[in-house]
Each structure stands twice: as C-alpha cells, then as structure tokens.
C-alpha cells in the first residue's frame, strides 16, 4: 500500500482529484447538454459541410442517445468525485468506493480498447489512472482500518461500561444482603440468649406452705 502519490499526502490527493474531477465532469455535462439539444441542428451543420451521413435522421437519433447516456455517466462520475473528496475529509470510507469501482471500470475499458484499437500512445495515461486507483486504495484502506480501530474502542468502552454497570449492581445487592443476613444473625443471638437466660433461672414453687 501507497502513503504518498507524487510527493503528496493521499488525502491530499483526492481532494485535489475529486475537486478537480467534479469541475471538469459538470463543465463537460454544460457542453453535452447543449450539444443535445441542438444534436439534430449539429448534423445539419456538418452535412452542409461535406460530412456525408447515409441517413441524417438517423444520425441526429444516434447522437441524441449518445449524448443522453454520456451525460448519465458523467452525473455518476460527479458524485464519485464529490465522494472521493467528502469521504476523505468526513473519515467515511464507504463514499470513497463509487470512485474507486467507477475508475477501475474506465481503466480497464481503456485498456481494452488500447489493445483492440492500438491506441498504444495512451499507455502512459492507463499507467497513470493506475497508479492514482492504487494511491486511492491504499487511502481507502487507511480510513476503512482506522474507523474499524474506533468502532472497536467504542464497543470495548460499552462493554466495559456495561460490566461496571452490572458490578454496581451486584455491589449494591451484596451490601443489602449483607445487611439482612446481620440484622437476622442479631435477632437470632438475642433470641438465643434469651432461651438461655430463661433456663438458668431457678425454679420457684407456686404453692406455699
């Protein structure tokens, strides 16, 4: 596991990353969303300018989709950012997964087509996205391990806190005890001297003389 990622603290880094993600993911959906809805005015434009389209209504539908789906795909990655970046300063390390599973899905899509299409000028950027995926990962690991720690210090000061509750408890009923059983050994001492008492006086005739 990482502790730094180019000289920088991890937490560090995904703030930077995620706020840095976040404002290019919601610039990137203004772009797209203006794109969708002139997407048919587009294919127009580029018909007149020598793009040949077999069939333009068509071509208008397929871009409308595509940028319909690229938009839902960049709202999720928007969240996984502001995630990334809340989960780090909260200690909560659940918002940081999104991230980290919406990531390495790109990567690996990324590697695919690099290999399919020969994209091999790209390698560099998979090196990287890799390197950042396993810098969050090990930051991940670090929150998840360390809330882990309090969640058990937390359950062992319960315990704890019940146990002494429980042993007030029994301390409190052993002293009531203890005070009947004396206040009974007493009445039963008296009562013995007291038998005692009465055997040893002398016997005294009723009848006179």
């Known amino acids: 596991m990482l502790t730094q990622f180019c000289c920088l603290r991890l937490e560090t880094t995904a703030k930077i990353i995620g706020w840095l993600g976040s404002f290019v993911t919601i610039v990137v959906v203004i772009i797209c969303a203006e794109l969708l809805r002139n997407a048919r ?14 069939d333009p209504e068509g071509a208008g539908t397929v871009l409308i989709i595509i940028l319909a789906v690229s938009i839902v795909v960049l709202f999720i990655n928007a969240f996984a950012n502001a995630g990334l970046v809340f989960g ?5 390390h659940k918002l940081i997964l999104p991230w980290l599973i919406i990531t390495a899905l790109g990567t690996v899509l990324s590697l695919v087509a690099l290999i399919i299409y020969g994209f091999y000028s790209a390698i560099f950027g998979v090196v990287f996205i890799t390197y950042l995926w396993i810098a969050m990962y090990s930051l991940y690991s670090k929150i998840k391990t360390e809330n882990e720690q309090r969640s058990f210090k937390r359950r062992a000061r319960s315990i704890a806190g019940n146990l002494r509750k429980k042993y007030i408890k029994y301390c409190i009923y052993t002293v009531y005890m203890y005070k009947y059983i004396c206040i009974f050994s007493f009445i039963h001492v008296i009562t013995v001297i007291i038998c005692i008492y009465k055997m040893t ?4 005739n009723r009848f006179c003389h």
């Open 41 to 54: 005015a587009l294919v127009g434009t580029l018909t007149r300018r020598g793009y040949h389209f077999d």
């Open 88 to 92: 780090t300063i909260k200690k909560y």
């Open 201 to 204: 006086l002398p016997h005294t």
